[in-house]
Protein backbone atom coordinates (compact mmCIF):
# COMPACT_ATOMS: atom_id res chain seq x y z
CA UNK A 1 0.00 0.00 0.00
CA UNK A 2 1.31 3.33 -0.73
CA UNK A 3 2.33 5.96 2.14
CA UNK A 4 0.00 7.41 4.00
CA UNK A 5 0.18 11.57 4.22
CA UNK A 6 0.17 12.52 7.94
CA UNK A 7 1.98 15.09 9.92
CA UNK A 8 3.00 12.11 11.83
CA UNK A 9 6.36 10.10 11.03
CA UNK A 10 6.92 6.24 11.06
CA UNK A 11 9.78 4.20 10.42
CA UNK A 12 10.08 3.22 6.48
CA UNK A 13 9.95 -0.47 8.10
CA UNK A 14 6.93 -0.11 10.08
CA UNK A 15 4.69 1.62 7.17
CA UNK A 16 5.63 -1.13 4.94
CA UNK A 17 4.86 -3.76 7.24
CA UNK A 18 1.27 -2.07 7.56
CA UNK A 19 1.10 -1.21 3.87
CA UNK A 20 1.46 -5.02 2.76
CA UNK A 21 -0.96 -6.37 5.37
CA UNK A 22 -3.81 -3.82 3.85
CA UNK A 23 -3.44 -4.58 0.22
CA UNK A 24 -6.63 -7.10 0.31
CA UNK A 25 -8.96 -5.56 -1.72
CA UNK A 26 -9.96 -2.95 -4.05
CA UNK A 27 -10.14 0.54 -2.85
CA UNK A 28 -13.54 1.04 -2.74
CA UNK A 29 -14.96 2.24 0.65
CA UNK A 30 -18.40 2.31 -0.28
CA UNK A 31 -20.59 -0.80 -0.45
CA UNK A 32 -23.01 -0.90 -2.71
CA UNK A 33 -25.61 -3.15 -4.22
CA UNK A 34 -27.04 -2.74 -7.79
CA UNK A 35 -29.65 -3.91 -9.74
CA UNK A 36 -27.59 -3.83 -13.03
CA UNK A 37 -28.19 0.27 -12.91
CA UNK A 38 -28.36 2.74 -9.68
CA UNK A 39 -27.24 1.99 -6.38
CA UNK A 40 -28.22 1.71 -3.09
CA UNK A 41 -24.88 2.73 -0.67
CA UNK A 42 -24.07 3.09 2.55
CA UNK A 43 -21.71 5.01 4.15
CA UNK A 44 -21.59 7.21 7.94
CA UNK A 45 -21.92 9.51 10.37
CA UNK A 46 -22.39 13.24 11.79
CA UNK A 47 -20.58 13.96 14.36
CA UNK A 48 -18.58 12.04 16.49
CA UNK A 49 -18.11 13.58 19.99
CA UNK A 50 -20.85 12.56 22.21
CA UNK A 51 -19.96 14.71 25.85
CA UNK A 52 -16.31 16.56 25.41
CA UNK A 53 -13.01 15.64 24.29
CA UNK A 54 -10.83 13.40 26.66
CA UNK A 55 -6.80 13.73 27.12
CA UNK A 56 -5.18 11.11 25.58
CA UNK A 57 -1.54 10.35 24.85
CA UNK A 58 -0.42 11.27 21.38
CA UNK A 59 -0.77 8.44 18.91
CA UNK A 60 0.54 8.97 14.71
CA UNK A 61 -2.44 7.86 12.38
CA UNK A 62 0.08 4.83 11.14
CA UNK A 63 0.26 3.40 15.30
CA UNK A 64 -3.90 4.15 15.35
CA UNK A 65 -4.50 2.01 11.77
CA UNK A 66 -2.33 -0.74 13.35
CA UNK A 67 -4.44 -0.60 16.55
CA UNK A 68 -7.52 -1.39 14.63
CA UNK A 69 -6.07 -4.19 12.60
CA UNK A 70 -4.79 -5.82 16.13
CA UNK A 71 -7.72 -5.24 17.71
CA UNK A 72 -9.04 -8.66 19.37
CA UNK A 73 -12.80 -7.95 20.87
CA UNK A 74 -14.66 -11.04 20.47
CA UNK A 75 -17.45 -10.34 22.82
CA UNK A 76 -19.55 -7.50 23.24
CA UNK A 77 -23.11 -6.43 23.19
CA UNK A 78 -25.00 -2.95 22.17
CA UNK A 79 -26.94 -0.32 20.80
CA UNK A 80 -26.30 1.26 17.47
CA UNK A 81 -28.31 4.19 15.84
CA UNK A 82 -28.24 4.19 11.84
CA UNK A 83 -29.83 7.17 10.09
CA UNK A 84 -29.42 7.05 5.95
CA UNK A 85 -29.82 10.23 3.61
CA UNK A 86 -28.52 8.73 0.16
CA UNK A 87 -31.07 11.51 -1.35
CA UNK A 88 -32.86 8.58 -2.95
CA UNK A 89 -36.43 9.63 -3.55
CA UNK A 90 -39.42 8.31 -1.74
CA UNK A 91 -39.99 4.42 -2.69
CA UNK A 92 -43.38 4.66 -2.60
CA UNK A 93 -44.39 1.22 -1.62
CA UNK A 94 -42.08 -0.07 -4.76
CA UNK A 95 -39.35 -1.56 -2.26
CA UNK A 96 -40.66 -5.21 -4.11
CA UNK A 97 -40.37 -4.19 -7.46
CA UNK A 98 -37.33 -2.73 -6.64
CA UNK A 99 -35.77 -6.02 -4.40
CA UNK A 100 -37.05 -8.06 -7.18
CA UNK A 101 -35.23 -6.42 -9.82
CA UNK A 102 -32.18 -7.00 -7.75
CA UNK A 103 -32.23 -10.19 -7.34
CA UNK A 104 -33.05 -11.34 -10.75
CA UNK A 105 -35.90 -13.99 -9.43
CA UNK A 106 -38.56 -14.51 -7.18
CA UNK A 107 -38.91 -14.60 -3.79
CA UNK A 108 -37.87 -10.96 -3.01
CA UNK A 109 -39.89 -8.03 -1.31
CA UNK A 110 -42.04 -10.78 0.83
CA UNK A 111 -44.36 -12.66 -2.33
CA UNK A 112 -45.52 -16.05 -2.33
CA UNK A 113 -42.06 -17.69 -3.14
CA UNK A 114 -40.64 -15.96 -0.62
CA UNK A 115 -39.84 -15.38 3.22
CA UNK A 116 -40.14 -11.93 4.88
CA UNK A 117 -37.78 -13.19 7.40
CA UNK A 118 -34.79 -13.78 4.54
CA UNK A 119 -31.76 -11.44 5.82
CA UNK A 120 -31.03 -10.40 1.73
CA UNK A 121 -34.51 -8.08 1.76
CA UNK A 122 -34.69 -7.42 5.33
CA UNK A 123 -31.42 -5.90 5.76
CA UNK A 124 -31.59 -4.03 3.03
CA UNK A 125 -33.75 -1.97 5.15
CA UNK A 126 -31.31 0.00 6.62
CA UNK A 127 -29.92 1.97 3.19
CA UNK A 128 -32.67 4.29 4.07
CA UNK A 129 -34.16 6.20 6.86
CA UNK A 130 -33.37 5.98 10.51
CA UNK A 131 -32.87 2.43 12.54
CA UNK A 132 -31.88 1.30 15.94
CA UNK A 133 -30.06 -1.98 16.02
CA UNK A 134 -29.25 -4.40 19.07
CA UNK A 135 -25.96 -6.23 18.75
CA UNK A 136 -24.06 -8.93 20.37
CA UNK A 137 -21.11 -10.99 19.67
CA UNK A 138 -19.65 -13.95 21.18
CA UNK A 139 -16.44 -15.49 19.25
CA UNK A 140 -16.48 -16.06 15.43
CA UNK A 141 -19.32 -18.67 15.77
CA UNK A 142 -22.05 -16.70 17.47
CA UNK A 143 -23.77 -13.23 16.67
CA UNK A 144 -26.86 -11.85 16.79
CA UNK A 145 -28.65 -8.79 15.22
CA UNK A 146 -31.97 -7.31 15.94
CA UNK A 147 -33.43 -4.84 13.69
CA UNK A 148 -35.91 -3.02 16.05
CA UNK A 149 -39.51 -1.46 14.59
CA UNK A 150 -42.61 -0.26 15.31
CA UNK A 151 -44.51 -2.58 17.74
CA UNK A 152 -41.80 -5.34 15.51
CA UNK A 153 -38.46 -7.02 15.49
CA UNK A 154 -36.52 -8.97 13.03
CA UNK A 155 -33.74 -10.82 14.41
CA UNK A 156 -30.59 -12.26 12.52
CA UNK A 157 -28.78 -15.10 14.65
CA UNK A 158 -25.60 -16.72 14.09
CA UNK A 159 -25.03 -19.74 16.57
CA UNK A 160 -22.46 -22.27 15.69
CA UNK A 161 -23.51 -23.66 12.06
CA UNK A 162 -27.14 -22.42 11.89
CA UNK A 163 -28.02 -19.18 10.82
CA UNK A 164 -31.86 -17.94 11.84
CA UNK A 165 -33.73 -15.15 10.80
CA UNK A 166 -37.06 -14.22 12.42
CA UNK A 167 -39.74 -11.81 11.30
CA UNK A 168 -41.95 -11.16 14.44
CA UNK A 169 -44.45 -9.11 12.83
CA UNK A 170 -45.59 -11.39 10.05
CA UNK A 171 -44.48 -14.86 12.39
CA UNK A 172 -41.73 -16.14 10.12
CA UNK A 173 -38.90 -17.42 10.14
CA UNK A 174 -36.03 -17.96 7.55
CA UNK A 175 -32.80 -21.02 8.64
CA UNK A 176 -29.69 -21.91 6.95
CA UNK A 177 -26.38 -23.98 7.69
CA UNK A 178 -22.87 -22.89 7.48
CA UNK A 179 -20.53 -25.60 6.05
CA UNK A 180 -17.57 -24.53 8.93
CA UNK A 181 -15.09 -25.29 7.13
CA UNK A 182 -11.66 -23.95 7.49
CA UNK A 183 -12.47 -21.84 4.22
CA UNK A 184 -15.22 -20.08 5.20
CA UNK A 185 -14.82 -16.51 6.71
CA UNK A 186 -15.58 -15.73 10.14
CA UNK A 187 -18.71 -13.89 10.83
CA UNK A 188 -18.83 -10.66 11.87
CA UNK A 189 -21.93 -8.81 13.51
CA UNK A 190 -23.26 -6.94 10.51
CA UNK A 191 -23.73 -3.12 10.05
CA UNK A 192 -21.47 -2.48 12.85
CA UNK A 193 -18.73 0.58 12.98
CA UNK A 194 -16.44 -2.05 12.66
CA UNK A 195 -17.22 -3.49 8.76
CA UNK A 196 -17.54 -0.10 7.49
CA UNK A 197 -14.01 1.04 8.91
CA UNK A 198 -12.44 -2.11 7.52
CA UNK A 199 -13.72 -1.02 4.64
CA UNK A 200 -12.64 2.23 4.22
CA UNK A 201 -8.73 1.06 5.55
CA UNK A 202 -8.98 -1.15 2.62
CA UNK A 203 -9.23 2.30 0.63
CA UNK A 204 -6.04 3.74 1.99
CA UNK A 205 -3.05 4.23 -0.70
CA UNK A 206 -1.32 7.20 -1.86
CA UNK A 207 -4.11 9.04 -3.44
CA UNK A 208 -5.21 9.24 0.58
CA UNK A 209 -4.43 11.25 3.18
CA UNK A 210 -5.62 10.07 6.77
CA UNK A 211 -4.63 11.99 9.98
CA UNK A 212 -5.37 11.35 13.78
CA UNK A 213 -7.73 14.63 14.44
CA UNK A 214 -7.84 14.74 18.01
CA UNK A 215 -10.33 13.16 20.57
CA UNK A 216 -14.10 12.11 21.03
CA UNK A 217 -16.30 10.29 23.39
CA UNK A 218 -18.64 7.66 22.02
CA UNK A 219 -21.49 5.75 24.39
CA UNK A 220 -19.49 6.58 27.39
CA UNK A 221 -15.55 5.41 26.04
CA UNK A 222 -12.62 7.36 25.23
CA UNK A 223 -12.11 7.61 21.51
CA UNK A 224 -9.63 8.83 18.93
CA UNK A 225 -10.85 10.53 15.69
CA UNK A 226 -9.09 8.99 12.56
CA UNK A 227 -9.83 10.69 9.44
CA UNK A 228 -9.63 9.74 6.02
CA UNK A 229 -9.63 12.03 3.12
CA UNK A 230 -9.28 11.65 -0.83
CA UNK A 231 -6.65 14.04 -2.24
CA UNK A 232 -8.10 13.71 -5.73
CA UNK A 233 -10.50 15.46 -7.38
CA UNK A 234 -13.52 13.92 -8.91
CA UNK A 235 -15.25 11.81 -6.13
CA UNK A 236 -18.19 12.17 -4.36
CA UNK A 237 -16.52 11.33 -0.80
CA UNK A 238 -15.81 14.20 1.16
CA UNK A 239 -14.18 12.70 4.29
CA UNK A 240 -14.51 9.96 6.36
CA UNK A 241 -14.03 10.01 9.92
CA UNK A 242 -13.52 7.11 12.55
CA UNK A 243 -14.28 7.22 16.49
CA UNK A 244 -11.56 4.33 17.60
CA UNK A 245 -12.11 2.87 21.28
CA UNK A 246 -9.03 4.05 22.70
CA UNK A 247 -8.20 0.57 24.90
CA UNK A 248 -9.39 -1.86 22.83
CA UNK A 249 -9.09 -0.23 19.29
CA UNK A 250 -13.08 -1.42 18.12
CA UNK A 251 -14.36 1.21 15.80
CA UNK A 252 -16.78 2.90 17.66
CA UNK A 253 -18.43 5.20 14.87
CA UNK A 254 -17.87 5.85 11.23
CA UNK A 255 -18.69 8.95 9.44
CA UNK A 256 -19.18 9.69 5.84
CA UNK A 257 -19.51 13.08 4.85
CA UNK A 258 -20.11 13.99 0.65
CA UNK A 259 -17.72 15.97 -1.13
CA UNK A 260 -21.02 18.09 -2.03
CA UNK A 261 -21.52 19.37 1.47
CA UNK A 262 -24.51 19.36 3.68
CA UNK A 263 -25.07 16.33 6.30
CA UNK A 264 -23.60 13.04 6.37
CA UNK A 265 -24.92 10.73 3.86
CA UNK A 266 -25.53 8.08 7.67
CA UNK A 267 -25.10 8.42 11.04
CA UNK A 268 -24.12 5.07 11.97
CA UNK A 269 -22.53 4.34 15.96
CA UNK A 270 -22.88 2.66 19.43
CA UNK A 271 -24.95 4.63 21.58
CA UNK A 272 -24.57 2.12 24.08
CA UNK A 273 -21.64 -0.44 24.26
CA UNK A 274 -20.31 -3.57 26.61
CA UNK A 275 -17.21 -5.58 25.92
CA UNK A 276 -18.15 -8.43 28.75
CA UNK A 277 -19.02 -11.86 27.37
CA UNK A 278 -22.93 -12.06 26.42
CA UNK A 279 -25.29 -14.25 28.06
CA UNK A 280 -25.11 -17.31 26.09
CA UNK A 281 -28.86 -17.66 26.01
CA UNK A 282 -28.81 -15.10 23.72
CA UNK A 283 -28.09 -16.69 21.02
CA UNK A 284 -30.58 -19.10 21.75
CA UNK A 285 -33.29 -19.52 19.08
CA UNK A 286 -36.57 -21.89 18.44
CA UNK A 287 -39.13 -21.07 16.00
CA UNK A 288 -42.31 -19.53 17.84
CA UNK A 289 -45.31 -22.04 17.72
CA UNK A 290 -47.23 -22.08 14.32
CA UNK A 291 -44.30 -19.66 12.69
CA UNK A 292 -43.86 -20.59 9.21
CA UNK A 293 -40.55 -21.59 8.62
CA UNK A 294 -38.52 -21.19 5.32
CA UNK A 295 -35.54 -23.37 4.87
CA UNK A 296 -32.18 -21.95 2.61
CA UNK A 297 -32.40 -24.82 0.14
CA UNK A 298 -36.08 -24.49 -0.14
CA UNK A 299 -35.73 -20.80 -1.06
CA UNK A 300 -35.18 -19.02 -4.32
CA UNK A 301 -31.29 -18.81 -5.00
CA UNK A 302 -31.00 -15.21 -4.17
CA UNK A 303 -31.93 -15.57 -0.23
CA UNK A 304 -28.99 -18.15 0.02
CA UNK A 305 -26.21 -15.59 0.55
CA UNK A 306 -27.62 -13.38 2.50
CA UNK A 307 -26.33 -15.04 5.93
CA UNK A 308 -22.39 -13.12 5.70
CA UNK A 309 -24.57 -9.57 6.91
CA UNK A 310 -25.11 -6.61 5.15
CA UNK A 311 -21.68 -5.38 4.71
CA UNK A 312 -21.46 -8.32 2.81
CA UNK A 313 -24.89 -8.02 1.21
CA UNK A 314 -23.78 -4.88 -0.31
CA UNK A 315 -20.30 -5.29 -1.56
CA UNK A 316 -21.14 -5.01 -4.63
CA UNK A 317 -18.32 -2.54 -6.30
CA UNK A 318 -15.28 -4.71 -5.21
CA UNK A 319 -15.30 -6.31 -8.00
CA UNK A 320 -14.68 -9.62 -7.47
CA UNK A 321 -18.46 -10.95 -6.50
CA UNK A 322 -20.56 -7.88 -7.35
CA UNK A 323 -22.02 -6.35 -10.41
CA UNK A 324 -22.21 -9.07 -12.94
CA UNK A 325 -23.62 -8.84 -16.21
CA UNK A 326 -22.42 -10.93 -19.26
CA UNK A 327 -18.79 -9.33 -18.44
CA UNK A 328 -17.39 -10.25 -14.85
CA UNK A 329 -16.95 -6.12 -13.56
CA UNK A 330 -13.63 -4.48 -14.40
CA UNK A 331 -11.87 -1.60 -12.43
CA UNK A 332 -10.98 1.59 -14.51
CA UNK A 333 -9.19 4.75 -13.27
CA UNK A 334 -7.73 4.74 -9.71
CA UNK A 335 -7.86 5.25 -6.06
CA UNK A 336 -11.10 7.07 -5.20
CA UNK A 337 -12.23 8.02 -8.73
CA UNK A 338 -11.77 4.14 -9.64
CA UNK A 339 -14.94 2.93 -11.37
CA UNK A 340 -16.86 -0.50 -12.29
CA UNK A 341 -18.07 -1.29 -15.36
CA UNK A 342 -19.63 -4.25 -16.63
CA UNK A 343 -21.10 -4.93 -20.01
CA UNK A 344 -24.81 -6.30 -19.72
CA UNK A 345 -24.37 -8.20 -23.22
CA UNK A 346 -27.02 -5.30 -24.54
CA UNK A 347 -29.75 -5.09 -22.06
CA UNK A 348 -29.82 -1.15 -21.67
CA UNK A 349 -32.98 0.23 -18.93
CA UNK A 350 -35.94 -1.32 -18.67
CA UNK A 351 -38.51 1.81 -20.18
CA UNK A 352 -41.62 2.25 -17.79
CA UNK A 353 -43.84 0.15 -20.18
CA UNK A 354 -41.50 -3.06 -20.14
CA UNK A 355 -40.16 -2.91 -16.64
CA UNK A 356 -43.41 -1.91 -14.81
CA UNK A 357 -43.31 0.06 -11.21
CA UNK A 358 -39.31 -0.74 -11.45
CA UNK A 359 -38.74 0.31 -14.73
CA UNK A 360 -40.59 3.61 -13.85
CA UNK A 361 -39.09 4.32 -10.34
CA UNK A 362 -35.63 3.98 -12.07
CA UNK A 363 -36.56 6.35 -14.73
CA UNK A 364 -37.93 8.95 -12.14
CA UNK A 365 -34.47 9.82 -10.82
CA UNK A 366 -31.78 9.35 -13.80
CA UNK A 367 -30.20 11.93 -15.99
CA UNK A 368 -30.31 11.49 -19.97
CA UNK A 369 -26.65 12.04 -21.01
CA UNK A 370 -24.76 11.79 -24.59
CA UNK A 371 -21.53 11.66 -25.42
CA UNK A 372 -19.08 9.54 -27.70
CA UNK A 373 -20.55 6.41 -26.44
CA UNK A 374 -23.86 7.05 -27.27
CA UNK A 375 -26.77 8.05 -24.90
CA UNK A 376 -27.70 6.73 -21.22
CA UNK A 377 -29.19 7.47 -17.70
CA UNK A 378 -26.91 8.59 -14.95
CA UNK A 379 -28.52 7.27 -11.64
CA UNK A 380 -27.32 9.64 -8.65
CA UNK A 381 -27.12 9.84 -4.92
CA UNK A 382 -25.30 11.35 -2.82
CA UNK A 383 -22.69 9.02 -3.01
CA UNK A 384 -22.55 6.48 -5.57
CA UNK A 385 -23.87 7.37 -9.37
CA UNK A 386 -24.42 4.93 -11.70
CA UNK A 387 -24.35 5.20 -15.60
CA UNK A 388 -26.16 2.53 -17.65
CA UNK A 389 -25.85 3.26 -21.30
CA UNK A 390 -28.43 2.49 -23.70
CA UNK A 391 -26.51 -0.41 -25.69
CA UNK A 392 -26.25 -1.65 -22.02
CA UNK A 393 -23.10 -0.97 -20.40
CA UNK A 394 -22.94 -0.05 -16.89
CA UNK A 395 -20.44 2.34 -14.94
CA UNK A 396 -20.59 2.73 -11.10
CA UNK A 397 -18.64 4.54 -8.52
CA UNK A 398 -18.27 6.91 -5.78
CA UNK A 399 -17.80 9.56 -8.54
CA UNK A 400 -18.88 12.41 -10.31
CA UNK A 401 -21.53 12.11 -13.46
CA UNK A 402 -19.38 13.94 -15.56
CA UNK A 403 -16.08 11.18 -14.38
CA UNK A 404 -18.46 8.40 -15.42
CA UNK A 405 -19.68 9.98 -18.84
CA UNK A 406 -16.06 10.59 -19.60
CA UNK A 407 -14.83 6.97 -18.46
CA UNK A 408 -17.78 5.93 -20.74
CA UNK A 409 -16.36 8.20 -23.84
CA UNK A 410 -12.58 6.85 -23.11
CA UNK A 411 -13.94 2.86 -23.23
CA UNK A 412 -14.88 3.62 -26.87
Do not use: C
Not at 298 to 313: Q, T, V
Not at 319 to 330: E, V
Amino acid sequence: MAPIDSDDNTTAGEGEELRAGRRRAARYVVPVAVMGVAAATIGLVPALADSGDPDLPKVTAEQLIEKIAKSDVEQLSGTIKISTDLGLPDLGGLESGLMSGMSGGPGSGGDEDGSAADPSAKLTELVTGTHTLRVAADGPDRQKLSLLENAAEYSLIHDGKDVWGYDSKSNEVYHATTSGSAEQPEKEVPATPKNFADQALKAVDDTTSVTVDGTAQVAGRDAYRLVIKPKQDGSTVGAISVAVDAETGMPLKFTLTPSSGGAAVVDAGFTKVSFAKPDASTFDFTPPKGAKVTEADEAPEHGRKAEGGLAEEMDGLKGKDGLKGTDGPKVIGEGWNSIATFDTGGQGLPTASAGGDLGGFLGSFGDQVKGDFGSGTVFKTRLVNALITDDGKVYAGAVTKDALVKAADAAQ
